[in-house]
């Protein structure tokens, strides 16, 4: 929708843009739906506005945001709730003697983190142009307990992946540049978080739109001007003397368009596909694995809750030491301060992660029964029938940026660096959060404008 929305801006005016998607539906992993008549998200819930281009898109679509009332989040750690530690970057502590680091860590652990700033390397701890993944650098400083309980519970929270096969280049570029200068892991973790926050109250860190993130996507859509066609795969991408012919729809009956320019906005496995007979080098982009996942949002008898209602906060991440099924619950109804979810409470669930992926074999049910279970082992009881329950699931739902990514998706790029009218965007590329999404869209979008432009001051093909 970014990529559409800038080609309208900025393509010449009657720019006819046509938007092909396989889907019955627009949105692709942004959904909005129901559980016992509340609107809830069934796919991503909110985007980072310290970010700001989901913010600026929202904002220019005249969507209202909304921002959670309550922010604070804990972790569950074998057998208890901690609040989430304050001062880490993704996990790695920044600060020794951060409130909550003690309730989360052994003894021996959390004193590991005051030695390691007294035990400088000898040489700066990530070699300028390496990646290595955010496990392989964490560890090589800080004890294991370090990855297990703060740095996979928040780098699974938004990569549904492991620690030891994401790239830190990619998912924690700040810590990653701080290492490049620092030989203490925790001193480059303070660096990476910009130190002490400023006094005064906080800005808001996380948006949503108001009446759903559907509302923003039908939005975008009708800005576009776009001729959207549902329900069309894009079998197949073609050369023309000058442009594209895409062969779209069924195998059975296969229609082709025609374009002066294309933007490529899926995932890895069909953009790699759709390269493959244009550039082998650029089909490389399908090596990109993505992580499945299930979300659960169960509709609970608030005051029958053990404890008469939910924990305090926003709901909780899952250390990988703690053999729960549930990776990160989130308490919607706590979180966005839903103000007429009165009795209920409305928690949503996430399961499954990259290599985890066993109990997205069963069905429904028993997804749901193994969330309940869990629900009642972090909550301290047993658990009230549910009222409502929908599960979700999203099969190649997020990538997985292994070490290299990005000299691979650099590499992809270049390999199609001499067709300016062909353009790559989505989160395979430049990161799976919505404001990255709409970056990447956008600056998509932006190149074969500019191309477009450039072809009708030339006279070209005139
Ligand atoms: C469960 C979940 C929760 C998330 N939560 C958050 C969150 O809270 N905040 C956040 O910032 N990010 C979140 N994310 C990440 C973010 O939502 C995604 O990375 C982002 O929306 C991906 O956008 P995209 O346009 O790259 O791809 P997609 O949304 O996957 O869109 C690709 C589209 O291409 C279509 N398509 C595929 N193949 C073809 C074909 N051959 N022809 C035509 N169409 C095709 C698909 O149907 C789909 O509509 C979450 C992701 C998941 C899965």
């Known amino acids: 929708m970014s990529a559409a929305l800038a080609v309208r801006r900025q393509a010449p005016p009657g720019t006819a843009i046509t938007l092909v998607e396989q889907a019955g539906r627009l949105g692709g992993k942004l959904l909005t739906g129901e559980v016992a008549g509340h609107r809830v998200e069934r796919g991503a819930e909110t985007f980072l506005v310290r970010q700001p281009e989901a913010a600026a898109l929202a904002a220019d679509l005249k969507i209202a945001l909304v921002h959670p009332a309550v922010g604070a989040a804990g972790v569950w750690v074998r057998d208890r709730l901690a609040p989430l530690p304050a001062g880490t970057m993704m996990g790695v502590p920044g600060d020794p003697a951060a409130p909550g680091l003690a309730e989360v860590l052994p003894p021996a652990a959390f004193a590991a983190i005051a030695a390691e700033v007294g035990q400088p390397a000898k040489e700066p701890l990530l070699p300028a142009g390496v990646d290595m993944s955010v496990g392989a650098l964490v560890r090589s400083r800080l004890p294991g307990e370090v990855v297990d309980r703060l740095v996979d519970p928040l780098l699974g929270g938004v990569y549904a992946g492991r620690a030891d096969g994401l790239s830190v280049r990619v998912t924690a570029p700040a810590l990653a540049a701080a290492a490049e200068r620092e030989r203490s892991l925790v001193a480059a973790a303070r660096a990476a978080t910009g ?77 790699a596909r759709l390269l493959a007979d244009l550039s082998p080098v650029a089909a490389e982009i399908g090596a990109v694995e993505y992580a499945s996942m299930a979300l659960v949002t169960l509709a609970l008898p608030a005051g029958d809750l053990p404890g008469g209602g939910l924990p305090a906060g926003s709901g909780f991440l899952v250390s990988t030491d703690s053999g729960l099924v549930v990776k990160a619950a989130t308490f919607m109804s706590q979180k966005w301060g839903f103000a007429d979810a009165g009795e209920l409470a409305i928690v949503r669930a996430s399961v499954g992660r990259f290599g985890d992926a066993e109990v997205l074999r069963r069905d429904d049910e028993d997804v749901v029964r193994l969330v309940l279970d869990d629900l009642a082992t972090v909550f301290g009881g047993p658990l009230p029938a549910a009222i409502d329950t929908t599960v979700t699931r999203w099969g190649g739902g997020l990538p997985q940026y292994a070490p290299g990514h990005l000299d691979r998706v650099a590499r992809v790029r270049s390999a199609l660096a001499e067709y300016p009218t062909l353009a790559l965007a989505g989160a395979a590329y430049d990161g ?18 500019e191309e477009l432009v450039r072809r009708q001051q030339s006279g070209y093909g005139r």
């Open 195 to 271: 130190g002490p926050r400023p006094a005064g109250p906080p800005a808001p860190v996380f948006g949503a739109a108001e009446t759903g993130m559907t509302d923003l996507i039908e939005a975008a859509a009708q800005a576009s001007g776009a001729d959207v066609r549902r329900g069309l795969p894009v079998r197949e991408l073609r050369r023309r003397p000058r442009g594209w012919e895409l062969v779209i729809g069924s195998a059975r009956d296969p229609r082709v368009l025609v374009a002066d320019a294309v933007v490529l906005a899926v995932p890895a496995s069909p953009a």
């Open 432 to 449: 799976v959060g919505i404001p990255a999404c709409v970056r990447s869209g956008t600056a998509a979008g932006t190149r074969v404008a």
